[in-house]
């Protein structure tokens, strides 16, 4: 059953949690997704079963939080995150970061790091409004979207289209994690699939190269896809999440 928090923002947003031992696990979903999906639901049911605290909600516009998802942007969804997680948990987080979710844990890693246990990223996305959707476009699409403020994108994972908004990719710019420096003071795993069709794996192997710190490895699978939803991808979650708790 999920329960709501207020932030300042005014947004309203779901969560559910189980309490347990900590650190806790912290679970931050993709982009429009929400914390029904297959790795949060299994997650949580793992943690349950270690007695670990666990917490996962939804962003605004996502799932069951109020807001509109087309006038949300990565500004609002990471300051989400934090609200939640300075709000709702106790001590240093095991964060979970699932493609968006993967940008948003570093961005929440850069602010608080004294809130960090560890950091598990699946398909992790960094910069993916700059990297992927701008450097994407056509000119032709790029004039639609500075001309209309929004333009309409096929998605795999859904009937409707992905509207992409102006002020997405111009937030995106303020919230880059790529072009300076990244700091991880903590165990980091980052997990990829070689069959990803949404983030390269050439993203992680950027994203390994440039993140500093003492323990941070990175894993990738052959054959899985973005969803890296399969048991034995769950089951490598929840190792690595137990790899950073050690």
């Avoid at 069951?64 to 934090?82: H, K, L, N, T, Y």
């Avoid at 790091?113 to 409004?129: E, H, M, N, S, Y």
């Amino acid at each position: 059953m999920s329960e709501y928090l207020e932030t300042p923002a005014g947004r309203r947003i779901a969560f559910q949690r189980s309490t347990g031992r900590g650190p806790g696990v912290v679970f931050l979903g993709g982009f429009k997704s929400d914390m029904t999906g297959t790795k949060a639901a299994w997650l949580h049911d793992w943690a349950r079963g270690q007695n670990r605290a666990f917490l996962r909600f939804d962003y605004s516009g996502h799932g069951d939080s109020s807001g509109s998802f087309e006038e949300g942007c990565i500004g609002d969804w990471f300051q989400d995150a934090r609200h939640v997680i300075e709000a709702l948990t106790d001590g240093p987080q095991v964060l979970v970061g699932s493609s968006m979710g993967g940008w948003i844990a570093l961005l929440v890693a850069r602010a608080l790091p004294q809130r960090v246990a560890g950091l598990v990223t699946i398909a992790a996305a960094p910069d993916f409004t700059e990297q992927g959707f701008w450097a994407g476009f056509s000119d032709a699409q790029r004039q639609v979207l500075a001309r209309a403020g929004r333009i309409a994108l096929p998605s795999d994972y859904a009937d409707q289209p992905y509207v992409i908004t102006r002020r997405l990719i111009e937030d995106g710019r303020d919230h880059l994690v790529m072009n300076q420096t990244l700091p991880l003071p903590f165990p980091v795993r980052f997990l990829q699939g070689t069959a990803d069709a949404d983030v390269p794996v050439d993203w992680a192997m950027r994203l390994l190269d440039h993140a500093s710190g003492d323990d941070i490895r990175l894993t990738l699978v052959k054959g899985a896809d973005h969803r890296f939803s399969t048991p034995e991808c769950l089951a490598l979650i929840a190792q690595s999440i137990g790899d950073v708790l050690a």
